[in-house]
């Protein structure tokens, strides 16, 4: 059992540059999140997508877009990476309550 | 707008004491209340949530207090081991027109000293 699993792990971007961070769940869960984790901030919700089809900004939209592909998969796209989002991304997905979360993907924008 | 709070980064415990772990909130309309560990380079993985209409819930080593009319919770953990030395989170969950949205602390830091 995958649960949730996000590619890639590691990735550097030039500033400028594009790029699809990738996520899926084989646990037929209807809501799916993209979280960014920066020292001292936590876990901040950037998009979250209750059923398939639908999606709505978190606490830290901008600079993102995602994609609802379908109930598995749920992706995050940075159009023109910043240092700023310079990060350890998490996806997540939940049924009842409790969230699962993938293993995460450390960006690096240079 | 913090809905979520967690004022101590960062907290060190003994081997076998109590560890108690704080959070704040201030949406009086979150429904359920969750504790996450994560250990560096991995995921959080989600430890013991409790429902709004109760005020304790035990798994084990782990239990949850709640406190409606304060807003607030903790997460008590005895004996603390040296396993627990990770980074819990809050988190609570609110439920707008039937979507589901997870909203977290910025982590407490547990170091458990042998």
Same mark, same amino acid.
């Given at each position: 059992? %995958?649960?949730?699993?996000? @590619?890639? !792990?590691?990735? /550097?971007?030039?500033?400028?540059?594009?790029?699809? $961070?990738?996520?899926?769940?084989?646990?037929?869960?209807?809501?799916?999140?993209?979280?960014?984790?920066?020292?001292?901030?936590?876990?901040?919700?950037?998009?979250?997508? %209750?059923?398939?089809?639908? @999606?709505? !900004?978190?606490? /830290?939209?901008?600079?993102?877009?995602?994609?609802? $592909?379908?109930?598995?998969?749920?992706?995050?796209?940075?159009?023109?990476?910043?240092?700023?989002?310079?990060?350890?991304?998490?996806?997540?997905?939940?049924?009842?309550? %409790?969230?699962?979360?993938?293993?995460?993907?450390?960006?690096?924008?240079? | 707008?913090?809905?979520?709070?967690?004022?101590?980064?960062?907290?060190?415990?003994?081997?076998?004491?109590?560890?108690?772990?704080?959070?704040?909130?201030?949406?009086?309309?979150?429904?359920?209340?969750?504790?996450?560990?994560?250990?560096?380079?991995?995921?959080?993985?989600?430890?013991?949530?409790?429902?709004?209409?109760?005020?304790?819930?035990?798994?084990?080593?782990?239990?949850?207090?709640?406190?409606?009319?304060?807003?607030?919770?903790?997460?008590?953990?005895?004996?603390?081991?040296?396993?627990?030395?990770?980074?819990?989170?809050?988190?609570?969950?609110?439920?707008?027109?039937?979507?589901?949205?997870?909203?977290?602390?910025?982590?407490?830091?547990?170091?458990?000293?042998?």
């Amino acid at each position: 059992n %995958a649960g949730v699993t996000q @590619t890639p !792990k590691f990735q /550097v971007l030039k500033t400028g540059q594009s790029m699809t $961070l990738q996520c899926a769940q084989d646990m037929n869960h209807n809501s799916m999140y993209w979280y960014r984790q920066d020292p001292g901030m936590g876990l901040r919700l950037i998009y979250y997508s %209750a059923s398939e089809g639908t @999606t709505d !900004k978190g606490e /830290v939209p901008n600079g993102y877009n995602v994609s609802r $592909l379908n109930k598995r998969e749920f992706s995050l796209r940075l159009e023109s990476a910043a240092p700023s989002q310079t990060s350890v991304y998490f996806c997540a997905s939940t049924k009842i309550v %409790a969230a699962f979360f993938g293993q995460g993907t450390r960006l690096t924008v240079v | 707008d913090q809905q979520v709070k967690q004022n101590s980064p960062s907290l060190s415990v003994q081997e076998g004491r109590i560890s108690i772990l704080n959070c704040d909130y201030t949406n009086s309309m979150f429904d359920y209340f969750l504790w996450y560990k994560k250990y560096p380079a991995e995921g959080p993985t989600f430890l013991i949530s409790i429902s709004s209409i109760k005020d304790k819930n035990e798994d084990g080593r782990f239990t949850v207090f709640l406190n409606k009319s304060a807003k607030h919770l903790s997460l008590h953990i005895v004996p603390s081991q040296p396993g627990d030395s990770a980074v819990y989170f809050c988190a609570a969950r609110e439920i707008n027109f039937g979507n589901e949205k997870l909203t977290f602390g910025t982590g407490t830091r547990l170091t458990i000293i042998p």
